[in-house]
C-alpha cells in the first residue's frame, strides 16, 4: 500500500502540475494566435491521432507488461530485447507514416484538413511525429521497470521546453513559430528517451524477429492495435449520431463532460501506473487476489468522494472549467460521474486480465463494452437525447464487471474482500443521496459532501493513517534536505 500511495502521489502530482502548465500555454497561445491558429492545429493534432494508431504506441502496454515480468526474473537480456524491438519497430512505422505524408502532404490537406493549413504547418507537425510516437512506448518501458521517478522528469522537462518554445518562437514567429516550437519539443524529448534509455537498459542492440519474446510482445500489441481502432471508430461513431440526431452543439457538450471525467481520472491514473507492472509478475492466486482487492480498495477509497463531491457541484464545475452556455449539461453530469466510478473499477479487472496475458478474453471484454456502448444511444438518442450516450457508457462498464468478476473466480477462485462489500454498500449509499440531494440549497449539499468523507474516513484503518503520516514527514524532510 505505501509503494501504491507514492506511486499515485508522484504521478498524479505531476499531472496536475501538466495540466497547470497546460492552462498557461493554452492561454498565451490564445492571445497570440487565436482561434483561427488553435483551429488549424486542432485539424493536424485531430489528424495525426489517428495515425499514431498505425504506429508503435499500440506496443505500449505489452512493453509495461513483458518488462514487469522479465524485470522480476532479472532476466536484463529479455528487457533488452523487448526494449530495443519496441524503440525500433515504433521508430520505423512512425518515420514510414511521417515519409508518406510528407510526400503526399498536398493531397491530404486537400481531402481530410481545409485550405487554411499550410503547407510548412503540416510538414512541422509531421517531422515532430516520430518524437510524439515514441513518447508512450518510451513511458511504458520506464512504467515497467518502475522507474517512477524518470518518469516524473522526463514529462516535467519535456513539458517546460515545450513552454519555453513556445513563447520564445510564437513571440517571434506568430504562428508558424508555434509550430516550429513542436518540433524543438520533439527533438527534446528524443534525446531525453535515447540518455535515459542508455541509463536504464544499456547498450542498444537490434533485435531479432524470430524469437518467443518478440512473437509473445507483437500478439499482445496487435490486440491492442484492434481495441484502438475499435475504441476511435466507436466515438467517432457516437458522434456522429449524436450531430445526426441532435445537432453540433451537444457534441460539444458531450465533449465538455468527457473532459471533466478525465479530470476525475488524475488519481485513478496514478495508481494504474504502479499497479498494472505489478499484477503483470507471476504469483499465486491467492497474492493475485489480494493484490487486486488491495487496489480495488485504495480506488474506491478516493473515488467515492471525488463521484459524491462531483455529483453535488456539477454546476459549479462546469461554469468553473466552461461558461454558463455549457450549463444545459448541469443536469446530466451525474451520469458522467457514476461512469467514472464504474470506470474505474471495470478498469482493475480489465488491468488484471492485460497483466495476466489473457488476450483473447480482455478483448472479447473491449469489444463486448463498445458495442453496449453504441447500442443504447443508437435506439433511444431520438427519445432520451444526450442521456443515452451517457447510459450507454454506463451500461458498458456496468455489463462487463460482472463478466470479469465471474472469469477471474473460475480462473483463480477471486472473491471480493468485506472490506469491498462495505465500501460498495458506502457507494451506493452517499451516492444516492448526493443525487438527490444535488439541486438542492448549498447547505444539504455540503452536508452531504462531509458526510461522505467521515465515511470514508471510518474505512480507513489506524496503521494505514500512521503510515501515510510517516511518509508525509518523510517527504517533508527530504526537500528540507534538498
Request: glycine share 6%.
Given at each position: 500500500?505505501?509503494?501504491?500511495?507514492?506511486?499515485?502521489?508522484?504521478?498524479?502530482?505531476?499531472?496536475?502540475?501538466?495540466?497547470?502548465?497546460?492552462?498557461?500555454?493554452?492561454?498565451?497561445?490564445?492571445?497570440?494566435?487565436?482561434?483561427?491558429?488553435?483551429?488549424?492545429y486542432?485539424?493536424?493534432?485531430?489528424?495525426?491521432?489517428?495515425?499514431?494508431?498505425?504506429?508503435?504506441?499500440?506496443?505500449?502496454?505489452?512493453?509495461?507488461?513483458?518488462?514487469?515480468?522479465?524485470?522480476?526474473?532479472?532476466?536484463?537480456?529479455?528487457v533488452?530485447?523487448?526494449?530495443?524491438?519496441?524503440?525500433?519497430?515504433?521508430?520505423?512505422?512512425?518515420?514510414?507514416?511521417?515519409?508518406?505524408?510528407?510526400?503526399?502532404?498536398?493531397?491530404?490537406?486537400?481531402?481530410?484538413?481545409?485550405?487554411?493549413?499550410?503547407?510548412?504547418?503540416?510538414i512541422?507537425?509531421?517531422?515532430?511525429?516520430?518524437g510524439?510516437s515514441?513518447r508512450?512506448?518510451?513511458?511504458?518501458?520506464?512504467?515497467?521497470?518502475?522507474?517512477?521517478?524518470?518518469?516524473?522528469?522526463?514529462?516535467?522537462?519535456?513539458?517546460?521546453?515545450?513552454?519555453?518554445?513556445?513563447?520564445?518562437?510564437?513571440?517571434?514567429?506568430?504562428?508558424?513559430?508555434?509550430?516550429?516550437?513542436?518540433?524543438?519539443?520533439?527533438?527534446?524529448?528524443?534525446?531525453?528517451?535515447?540518455?535515459?534509455?542508455?541509463?536504464?537498459?544499456?547498450?542498444?542492440?537490434?533485435?531479432?524477429?524470430?524469437?518467443?519474446?518478440?512473437?509473445?510482445?507483437?500478439?499482445?500489441?496487435?490486440?491492442?492495435?484492434?481495441?484502438?481502432?475499435?475504441?476511435?471508430?466507436?466515438?467517432?461513431?457516437?458522434?456522429?449520431?449524436?450531430?445526426?440526431?441532435?445537432?453540433?452543439?451537444?457534441?460539444?457538450?458531450?465533449?465538455?463532460?468527457?473532459?471533466?471525467?478525465?479530470?476525475?481520472?488524475?488519481?485513478?491514473?496514478?495508481?494504474?501506473?504502479?499497479?498494472?507492472?505489478?499484477?503483470?509478475?507471476?504469483?499465486?492466486?491467492?497474492?493475485?487476489?489480494g493484490?487486486?482487492?488491495d487496489?480495488?480498495?485504495?480506488?474506491?477509497?478516493?473515488?467515492?468522494?471525488?463521484?459524491?463531491?462531483?455529483i453535488?457541484?456539477?454546476?459549479?464545475?462546469?461554469?468553473?472549467?466552461?461558461?454558463?452556455?455549457?450549463?444545459?449539461?448541469?443536469?446530466?453530469?451525474?451520469?458522467?460521474?457514476?461512469?467514472?466510478?464504474?470506470?474505474?473499477?471495470?478498469?482493475?479487472?480489465?488491468?488484471?486480465?492485460?497483466?495476466?496475458g489473457?488476450?483473447k478474453?480482455?478483448?472479447?471484454?473491449?469489444?463486448?463494452?463498445?458495442?453496449?456502448?453504441?447500442?443504447?444511444?443508437?435506439?433511444?438518442?431520438?427519445?432520451?437525447?444526450?442521456?443515452?450516450?451517457?447510459?450507454?457508457?454506463?451500461?458498458?462498464?456496468?455489463?462487463?464487471?460482472?463478466?470479469?468478476?465471474?472469469?477471474?473466480?473460475?480462473?483463480?477462485?477471486?472473491?471480493?474482500?468485506?472490506?469491498?462489500?462495505?465500501?460498495?454498500?458506502?457507494?451506493?449509499?452517499?451516492?444516492?443521496?448526493?443525487?438527490?440531494?444535488?439541486?438542492?440549497?448549498?447547505?444539504?449539499?455540503?452536508?452531504?459532501?462531509?458526510?461522505?468523507?467521515?465515511?470514508?474516513?471510518?474505512?480507513?484503518?489506524?496503521?494505514?493513517?500512521?503510515k501515510?503520516?510517516?511518509?508525509?514527514?518523510?517527504?517533508?524532510?527530504?526537500?528540507?534536505?534538498?
Amino acid at each position: 500500500m505505501k509503494d501504491l500511495i507514492k506511486t499515485t502521489t508522484a504521478i498524479s502530482g505531476t499531472e496536475i502540475a501538466l495540466m497547470v502548465v497546460a492552462i498557461i500555454r493554452n492561454k498565451y497561445l490564445a492571445v497570440n494566435i487565436g482561434p483561427e491558429g488553435f483551429g488549424i492545429y486542432g485539424l493536424i493534432q485531430s489528424f495525426f491521432s489517428l495515425a499514431s494508431i498505425f504506429s508503435g504506441a499500440w506496443l505500449a502496454g505489452g512493453v509495461t507488461k513483458f518488462t514487469s515480468e522479465y524485470n522480476k526474473k532479472n532476466d536484463n537480456i529479455a528487457v533488452q530485447k523487448i526494449a530495443s524491438l519496441s524503440i525500433v519497430l515504433t521508430a520505423v512505422l512512425s518515420l514510414v507514416i511521417t515519409f508518406a505524408f510528407i510526400v503526399a502532404q498536398k493531397p491530404m490537406r486537400k481531402i481530410f484538413l481545409s485550405e487554411e493549413v499550410l503547407s510548412i504547418y503540416f510538414i512541422l507537425f509531421a517531422a515532430s511525429f516520430l518524437g510524439t510516437s515514441l513518447r508512450p512506448v518510451f513511458i511504458a518501458l520506464l512504467q515497467g521497470l518502475k522507474q517512477v521517478k524518470s518518469v516524473v522528469a522526463f514529462r516535467i522537462i519535456v513539458s517546460l521546453a515545450d513552454v519555453i518554445f513556445v513563447i520564445i518562437l510564437v513571440y517571434f514567429f506568430d504562428l508558424i513559430g508555434f509550430f516550429f516550437s513542436i518540433l524543438a519539443t520533439s527533438l527534446v524529448a528524443i534525446l531525453i528517451m535515447w540518455k535515459q534509455f542508455n541509463k536504464h537498459v544499456g547498450k542498444f542492440s537490434f533485435p531479432s524477429f524470430h524469437e518467443n519474446i518478440t512473437n509473445s510482445l507483437l500478439f499482445f500489441g496487435g490486440s491492442c492495435f484492434f481495441l484502438s481502432m475499435l475504441t476511435f471508430g466507436g466515438q467517432y461513431f457516437l458522434r456522429f449520431i449524436v450531430v445526426k440526431n441532435i445537432n453540433i452543439a451537444s457534441v460539444g457538450l458531450l465533449q465538455a463532460a468527457t473532459g471533466i471525467m478525465k479530470y476525475l481520472g488524475i488519481f485513478n491514473r496514478g495508481a494504474v501506473f504502479h499497479f498494472y507492472p505489478e499484477i503483470s509478475e507471476e504469483m499465486s492466486s491467492s497474492d493475485r487476489t489480494g493484490k487486486i482487492n488491495d487496489y480495488l480498495r485504495f480506488i474506491l477509497l478516493i473515488n467515492i468522494p471525488i463521484t459524491v463531491i462531483a455529483i453535488l457541484f456539477g454546476k459549479q464545475i462546469l461554469l468553473l472549467l466552461y461558461s454558463s452556455k455549457f450549463l444545459p449539461l448541469s443536469d446530466l453530469l451525474f451520469w458522467f460521474f457514476l461512469v467514472h466510478l464504474m470506470s474505474c473499477i471495470a478498469g482493475t479487472f480489465h488491468s488484471n486480465l492485460m497483466g495476466m496475458g489473457l488476450v483473447k478474453n480482455f478483448t472479447l471484454f473491449g469489444v463486448l463494452g463498445t458495442f453496449l456502448l453504441l447500442v443504447v444511444p443508437t435506439l433511444f438518442i431520438k427519445k432520451y437525447g444526450l442521456a443515452s450516450v451517457a447510459i450507454g457508457y454506463l451500461l458498458s462498464y456496468t455489463g462487463t464487471i460482472p463478466l470479469f468478476y465471474w472469469h477471474l473466480k473460475r480462473r483463480i477462485n477471486f472473491k471480493f474482500s468485506h472490506k469491498i462489500y462495505y465500501l460498495l454498500f458506502i457507494a451506493t449509499l452517499t451516492i444516492s443521496i448526493s443525487i438527490t440531494f444535488m439541486n438542492h440549497n448549498l447547505l444539504f449539499r455540503i452536508i452531504c459532501g462531509v458526510v461522505t468523507l467521515l465515511l470514508i474516513g471510518l474505512m480507513v484503518q489506524k496503521e494505514e493513517y500512521s503510515k501515510l503520516l510517516v511518509l508525509v514527514k518523510n517527504k517533508v524532510k527530504g526537500k528540507r534536505h534538498e
